[in-house]
């Protein structure tokens, strides 16, 4: 799997965006980009993922740079419940491999 | 709708002694992993099933078993525990070209 690169740790005011970025420079053609998000200890939870282009749900938007090696992650309107570490995961879905973890960006939103 | 069931939620155990978790993936999901996160640290794969059949094999002890079951629960047997096996343990589950869904976790502590 591709490693990626996300900044150690990032704050932001409640009720903006938040912009989490990832670098995932040697990713190849059929890896997809995964966001899971862990809040204190319980379980990773899925947010998003896609393979080429921008994707969004409610709980995320996914921007994909067209050459790929890098993604952001965006949060329209963070809230305090959003504090949590983010991790972008670029795995194969073709072989289901596992989740390779870490170290993620420690996002804390500020009253 | 269902999410991934982890049992017991709380483990305490006596060093030498063993523990078994168990992992009820979601309805109809066919593949089983488990991860081990460690105090301050991200989470670590370790096993992982498909089909009722090991598929990849990650940083597990030896004293550390798996396997999955015909009605496609996991169960994580540990023997000759250790202080350093105290962690969280969470299994994850999928159906083949889907994403993988994180269950609450085991807190274990081991004395």
């Known amino acids: 799997d591709a490693k990626t690169t996300q900044p150690p740790s990032m704050d932001c005011a409640e009720g903006r965006a938040a912009n989490l970025p990832c670098n995932h420079s040697t990713i190849s053609g059929n890896e997809y980009v995964y966001w899971y998000r862990q809040i204190h200890s319980q379980g990773p939870q899925y947010i998003i993922h896609?393979?080429?282009n921008n994707e969004t749900n409610e709980m995320a938007s996914l921007i994909i740079t067209e050459d790929r090696k890098s993604s952001t992650l965006i949060l329209p309107h963070a809230t305090l419940r959003d504090t949590a570490v983010y991790y972008c995961i670029v795995r194969n879905d073709n072989y289901g491999q596992n989740f390779v973890f870490g170290p993620g960006t420690r996002l804390s939103v500020l009253p | 709708a269902a999410g991934v069931i982890q049992s017991p939620r709380h483990l305490i155990k006596e060093k030498r002694e063993t523990a078994t978790l168990k992992c009820y993936p979601i309805p109809r999901h066919d593949t089983v992993y488990w991860y081990q996160q460690g105090p301050g640290q991200d989470p670590q794969f370790l096993i992982s099933?498909?089909?009722?059949?090991?598929?990849d094999k990650g940083s597990i002890p030896d004293r550390f078993s798996a396997q999955q079951f015909s009605d496609y629960h996991s169960e994580l047997n540990m023997s000759s525990l250790e202080l350093g096996d105290s962690a969280l343990y969470f299994c994850?589950?999928?159906?083949?070209?889907?994403?993988?869904?994180f269950g609450p976790g085991t807190r274990l502590t081991v004395l």
């Open positions: 896609g393979l080429k």
């Open positions: 099933f498909y089909e009722k059949m090991q598929s």
């Open positions: 994850a589950s999928r159906l083949a070209g889907g994403t993988q869904y």
